[in-house]
């Protein structure tokens, strides 16, 4: 609760935080917009691939001339990173090659990195985690997206005593989604293709969010960074915000959780479409233990919404302010040397599973596209079939057919071995399984 008090010591000391953004998408650009009114922070370089789109971005969200004349722009990634003026990175590209090559460049060059790029998490946080340690360097999830945000309510109910029973998010899900195509996207939004289109919104993208893959991905990173549970795929129960502590709990309690202690999704529609009252599809929760009689007396004391018999309650957020917030990561990192979440353990893995009936030949097209979606899996089930990780499934040839909703595996695609994020992903397995 100090991170203000202790940016505005730097601005004074003349000393402030000096970061370099890569990648000036809609989170870098949403970062863009508040780091210009932070004291005691500068951006100093930003990395695109398009060096005019990022300059446009600043410009759009409000800096001046004067303001963007003090950045340094390039399309190089690794320059970037190599800057004496960048003491701490952010790596906004979400593509999970990049973030893995990012975070190794930073270990090399002795920069703290946070990771809006879950999808490289998920691919091998964890082992660049206990790369980050081994270098001295920080590796950080970033706070505004919801495992940062997760995470964080994880571990305020365990410093003030309570088992967590469940945490996670929510989001629009229906079961036929999974089979949601980048042509077929627009119809589940309620937004025409051609608005989509002027409006420059990224088919494949939004997909990823509704066919059921970003969720995997991100409570991958959660279970991974809090040590809770992943299931066998996702359930995604229809629940409202009132119905957290009733749902959310084990099954023979009277919920529907496979495990105490577990990531899961909530759904803001019902299995027939009507919208769920009272739903969290933008926020985040977590469900607690009172662990006595004395605590759940005091839940009906103090008012807490429970479950049936009073044992269980939670707390959630009911929006999250995407890279409006990352700068308490960047405060986090450079000022305490503290990341805002961060993997701990291969627990969990998300896999590659079949959209379709797919065919020998056919070539994978990743995250949120026409082939496959991201189911999530305990890391030891998934290393059990020899589950191809989702963030590999990218441009990569079919050898044999594979049915729909049946997990592609290693031995299913041709892939390169020498490649530096499959090489990283199989280290992982290798010693961190």
């Known amino acids: 609760m100090n991170l203000h008090a202790l940016l505005r010591r730097r601005e004074a000391d003349g000393k402030p ?63 970037l990173i190599g800057r004496d003026d960048v003491d701490i990175v952010i790596d906004a590209t979400g593509s999970p090659a990049a973030g893995i090559a990012h975070v190794l460049g930073c ?40 495992p940062a945000l997760i995470c964080e309510m994880v571990d305020w109910a365990r410093a003030c005593g309570f088992e967590v029973i469940a945490a996670g998010k929510g989001t629009k899900y229906l079961p036929e989604y999974h089979a949601s195509t980048p042509e077929t996207i627009w119809g589940h939004y309620g937004i025409t293709p051609e608005n989509a289109r002027l409006g420059g919104l990224n088919a494949q993208m939004f997909n990823s969010f509704l066919d059921g893959t970003k969720s995997a991905i991100e409570m991958c990173a959660v279970a991974n960074a809090t040590g809770l549970a992943a299931a066998d795929g996702l359930a995604f129960p229809p629940c409202g915000v009132d119905d957290l502590p009733r749902v959310l709990r084990p099954r023979d309690e009277g919920g529907m959780l496979s495990h105490r202690g577990q990531v899961e999704v909530i759904s803001s529609l019902e299995r027939d479409g009507r919208p769920v009252f009272r739903d969290l599809r933008w926020g985040v929760y977590v469900v607690f233990a009172g662990g006595s009689g004395y605590v759940e007396r005091c839940f009906r004391e103090y008012g807490l919404v429970t479950d049936p018999s009073g044992r269980f309650s939670a707390l959630y957020k009911p929006y999250h302010l995407i890279g409006l917030e990352l700068g308490i ?41 026409f082939t496959v979606y991201g189911k999530l899996l305990p890391a030891a089930a998934s290393l059990r079939l020899g589950g191809l990780p989702l963030g590999l499934a990218h441009r990569v040839r079919l050898e044999r057919a594979i049915s729909a909703g049946q997990p592609v595996r290693w031995d299913d695609v041709r892939i390169d071995p020498t490649s530096l994020a499959v090489k990283v992903r199989r280290e992982m397995e290798r010693t961190m399984a």
Request: net charge negative; hydrophobic share 50%; glycine share 12%.
């Open 17 to 79: 935080l000096r970061v370099g953004l890569i990648g000036a998408g809609k989170f870098g650009s949403m970062y863009l917009s508040q780091v210009r009114r932070t004291p005691g922070v500068r951006l100093t370089a930003i990395a695109d691939l398009d060096p005019a789109r990022a300059h446009a971005a600043l410009v759009s969200v409000g800096w001046s001339e004067a303001q963007v004349a003090a950045v340094a722009f390039t399309d190089d990634a690794a320059a």
């Open 107 to 146: 270990c090399d060059q002795g920069k703290h990195v946070v990771m809006v790029n879950v999808e490289a998490d998920a691919l091998a946080g964890p082992l660049l985690a206990k790369r980050a340690r081994e270098a001295g360097i920080v590796y950080s999830l970033a706070y505004g997206d919801q």
């Open 329 to 369: 990561s960047v405060a986090s990192v450079g000022l305490r040397d503290e990341a805002t979440g961060a993997p701990l353990a291969f627990s969990a893995d998300v896999v590659a599973t079949a959209k379709r009936d797919l065919a020998a030949g056919e070539m994978l097209d990743g995250e949120g596209g």
